[in-house]
């Protein structure tokens, strides 16, 4: 019924993507020698965490807005925002009414929406747009033109969110959703800008003797398999798997200065790398 | 990472303050998991293997599903097939990322989708997009008992990258697992052009044998090089809450769908 022509096809790869099962072992494999293109690699991904930020108001949430709108000129920014309280109050309730996980996802979702609009509402004399998963075409007017855009971390999985290895809570949050937007468009950076200094070997606000580690590998943080972890667990394991994200770098957003800092490449906070360099 | 943010204002919950990435945390959130929509059927209809067959695959099985209309509900996702073949070539030519191959590979399964609801019209089917599918699925369900959707999900181009390669990971039969899983549905069924899962490649191996019930760690144990479905539906029914079975049938053969939709044991039928 239906045939493409070979010179529509790339040589080799083509007539296997025609004739395989793309569940085919060897298939998949051919493609992992295929080349690499960045669509934004003068783009940082900078998400501003939901408990850790937006939840403090405007004592923790002004001086990040001075800090991004004094980078407007220098950086170009997707500034993604996490969920918070509110994503917790309303995971107890739905996981309590019997709710799967992918309903989770569609309720944390719009939890980390509203944390985006009062950000793009902070943002906006600015020129800075709110951009919903749909309008992500639109992103490179917006960058060339006034340096970021604002939209919410959770990746638009909706109820299609896989469950998680355990318990109800979507695995794959606003970490990830950055992350992935980081990845797919090969951004210079990722930048998480949380309430802390970075990683610690324990919880420093629990445990005086924990110490605080400025770099390590991905792969040396996974084989640790800590109990609590400063990012979602996915976003280390598509780290593993990334072809463009090399390192992620986590720095306190209540100390003025260290978001800058880590736009202009300095090693403050705590960076994970990949060991080996991406794919 | 860290539990008290005495600078942050909080909303009571069992959740408060918690570390969502603490796997005690995590462990304590499992819990009974209610079907939403219990009694709909997901059906999937292959793009390579019934969609690019045109009308003398496609027509009989709409029939059947017609046919089915008045016992049984279905949701029916279908998948993209040649023209994603064609487009994951030039696009991996171009060296776009796995992200940006999902998002153009799901306007090829929304095509096919939308041709399929344009041949069920008149008996109410219609087709619907991802927030569609959130808001009104149950209202289509109860006035035609039944509706098409895009069996790729919505992942675009927040895909995940693939352990190995740059393929997207997620299809259709990825898509339409997680329908039926998040609505609790009775059953998940695969239409394909293979009468289920065999032990080799039954194209390429005349020796190759049905296997008709596997397990889904039994199935990964035994790490085949093809698969009639995604990968990722096995390591999805591995975390099954409710969809704890998959079902792959020949959709090439008259009475197939209809005996599935009766429980009947036909094709390949995978379990959790």
């Not at chain 1, 005086?208 to 800590?226: F, M």
Request: with cysteine.
């Amino acid at each position: 019924m239906t045939e493409i022509d070979d010179h529509t096809l790339i040589p080799g790869l083509g007539r296997q993507l025609l004739d395989s099962s793309l569940n085919d072992a060897a298939l998949m494999q051919l493609t992992e020698a295929t080349p690499d293109y960045t669509i934004l690699p003068w783009v940082n991904v900078v998400k501003i965490g939901g408990q850790s930020i937006m939840d403090r108001g405007r004592t923790a949430v002004y001086p990040l807005v001075e800090e991004i709108v004094a980078n407007l000129g220098r950086h170009k920014m997707i500034l993604g925002t996490g969920a918070g309280t509110r994503a917790r109050h309303i995971y107890s309730l739905a996981i309590d009414l019997g709710l799967p996980t992918g309903v989770l996802t569609v309720l944390g979702t719009a939890v980390a929406w509203q944390n985006a609009q009062m950000l793009h509402y902070l943002l906006a004399r600015h020129g800075i747009p709110f951009v919903e998963p749909e309008g992500f075409g639109t992103l490179p007017h917006y960058l060339m033109a006034w340096n970021a855009v604002v939209c919410q971390g959770m990746p638009p999985y909706k109820l299609w969110e896989p469950n998680p290895v355990k318990g109800r809570i979507p695995p794959q949050r606003t970490d990830t959703g950055c992350f992935l937007i980081a990845e797919v468009f090969g951004a210079r950076k990722m930048i998480y800008v949380k309430d802390e200094d970075g990683l610690y070997t324990a919880d420093p606000k629990k445990d005086p003797g924990s110490n605080y580690i400025p770099r390590i590998s991905v792969q040396e943080l996974l084989a640790r398999d800590l109990d609590d972890l400063i990012v979602e667990r996915a976003v280390l394991e598509f780290m593993v798997r990334a072809r463009h994200i090399r390192e992620i770098q986590f720095v306190n957003g209540l100390k003025p200065g260290q978001l800058t800092a880590a736009l202009d490449g300095e090693p403050v906070g705590t960076i994970i790398y990949q060991d080996g360099g991406a794919k | 990472m860290s539990l008290d943010r005495p600078g942050a204002q909080h909303v009571q919950s069992r959740l408060m303050r918690e570390s969502l990435v603490d796997k005690n945390l995590l462990a304590r959130t499992e819990s009974q998991v209610s079907a939403i929509l219990p009694d709909a059927n997901v059906i999937q209809i292959g793009g390579r293997s019934i969609m690019d067959r045109g009308r003398s695959a496609l027509l009989p099985l709409l029939d059947e599903i017609v046919a089915n209309q008045p016992q049984h509900q279905m949701i029916i996702g279908v998948g993209a097939g040649v023209r994603s073949r064609h487009i994951f070539s030039i696009g991996l030519d171009l060296g776009l990322p796995t992200g940006a191959l999902a998002a153009l590979s799901a306007k090829d399964s929304a095509q096919n989708a939308y041709m399929v609801s344009c041949l069920l019209a008149k008996h109410g089917f219609v087709y619907l997009e991802a927030p569609f599918v959130v808001q009104l699925l149950p209202a289509m369900l109860a006035a035609a008992r039944g509706a098409v959707f895009n069996g790729i999900p919505p992942y675009s181009l927040w895909e995940h990258p693939p352990s190995v390669g740059k393929l997207p990971p997620h299809g259709s039969d990825a898509g339409s697992y997680l329908i039926g899983e998040v609505f609790g549905a009775r059953s998940i069924i695969f239409l394909k052009d293979v009468d289920g899962l065999y032990t080799a490649d039954p194209k390429t191996d005349s020796h190759a044998e049905l296997i008709p019930d596997i397990r889904v760690e039994e199935l990964l144990r035994r790490k085949l090089p093809t698969l009639p479905i995604e990968p990722s539906v096995l390591e999805l029914l591995t975390r099954a809450k409710l969809a704890r079975s998959v079902r792959i049938v020949n959709g090439l053969v008259p009475g197939n769908l209809s005996r599935a939709l009766a429980g009947e044991s036909v094709g390949t039928v995978i379990r959790e």
